[in-house]
């Protein structure tokens, strides 16, 4: 099984990992307990960059194997290049089935619902911003009128055999008052939207299975494009859902909750979390290091 990391998100978000070129930053952030009573207002922001859903396409490691070289490196620009094509054209029947679903609306739905059961944080309907650049990023911050702002940036992605859909949010909550930046001081005054600048932040994962499991890319994609895309549909509203819930309850969580659950040990890309909440179909993990992810029972048994 594989949990996308942050490092795969680069890319997509520019402005709030901005920081972590410079210090380490803890992966999870907790809010502050006395944030809490001082905040009266939170603007939610949805950076949501892409449109469309992609196949994950792993980088060519030609040139690393062969000892590196400007002609090797060139090798790997190729087959990558030949990689990402056939993604593309083999996702084609999927956007297609997806072309008047609206992920961002299922996301902002859910986090309306989700984060109006964490009173003390106030929180308004969201939007959707599509430009995730630090600049604008800094520019959404620095115009809002309310204390905080809740920035939740996703990315959702098939793997490269289709066989598993994965949905990654880095939720980050801002200070936009005298009173919250106080309590956490900005770390980096030239990029306001950095990580290190957060009341809280963390990494928040959903994780589903193609309706057809163990077969080839093209009929995984068949499998999720049947009837109207009817299983991808499902699968990205339920992660809107999980996510929206995941991050409601740990922006709920008390400073320094060091619990990390006495479930069952999960072990992903040599991690150790542990299972702190099942439903029928899943359940939610915890990692050591704060991070949260929703996986099926079949990865749960692995």
Avoid at 56 to 78: E, K, R, T
Avoid at 82 to 94: D, G, H, I, N, Q
Avoid at 104 to 109: G, H, K, R, T, Y
Avoid at 200 to 216: I, M
Wanted: net charge negative; aromatic share 4%; with cysteine.
């Amino acid at each position: 099984m594989r949990i996308p990391s942050v490092r795969s998100l680069l890319a997509l978000m520019p402005a709030l990992l901005l920081g972590a070129c410079q210090t380490q930053i803890p992966a999870h952030e907790f809010v502050p307990n006395a944030a809490r009573d001082k905040v009266s207002s939170t603007e939610t922001v949805l950076p949501i960059k892409q449109s469309e859903i992609y196949v994950f396409v792993p980088q060519s490691n030609i040139a690393a194997a062969g000892g590196g070289g400007l002609l090797l490196a060139l090798v790997d620009a190729g087959v990558d290049s030949v990689r990402t094509s056939k993604a593309e054209a083999a996702v084609k029947p999927l956007r297609d089935a997806l072309i008047d679903y609206s992920f961002d609306q299922s996301l902002q739905n859910s986090l309306k619902v989700s984060l109006a059961q964490d009173t003390w944080l106030h929180a308004g309907d969201g939007h959707v911003v599509r430009e995730v650049t630090a600049a604008n990023l800094d520019s959404v911050l620095a115009g809002s009128k309310s204390d905080a702002v809740l920035f939740t940036t996703t990315d959702y992605q098939l793997s490269n055999d289709a066989g598993q859909l994965s949905v990654t949010m880095i939720a980050s909550l801002f200070p936009n008052s005298d009173a919250l930046r106080a309590i956490r001081p900005a770390k980096d005054a030239k990029t306001k939207t950095a990580l290190n600048n957060t009341l809280y932040h963390n990494r928040l994962v959903f994780q589903a299975n193609a309706p057809v499991p163990g077969v080839e890319r093209d009929q995984a994609i068949a499998a999720w494009s049947a009837n109207h895309g009817q299983a991808m549909r499902a699968a990205l509203d339920e992660a809107a859902s999980k996510l929206a819930s995941m991050l409601a309850a740990d922006l709920n969580r008390p400073e320094g909750d060091v619990d990390t659950g006495t479930g069952a040990e999960v072990k992903t890309n040599n991690v150790t979390g542990h299972v702190i909440a099942k439903d029928a179909d899943g359940g939610v993990v915890r990692y050591g290091d704060g991070t949260l992810a929703y996986m099926p029972n079949s990865m749960l048994d692995h």
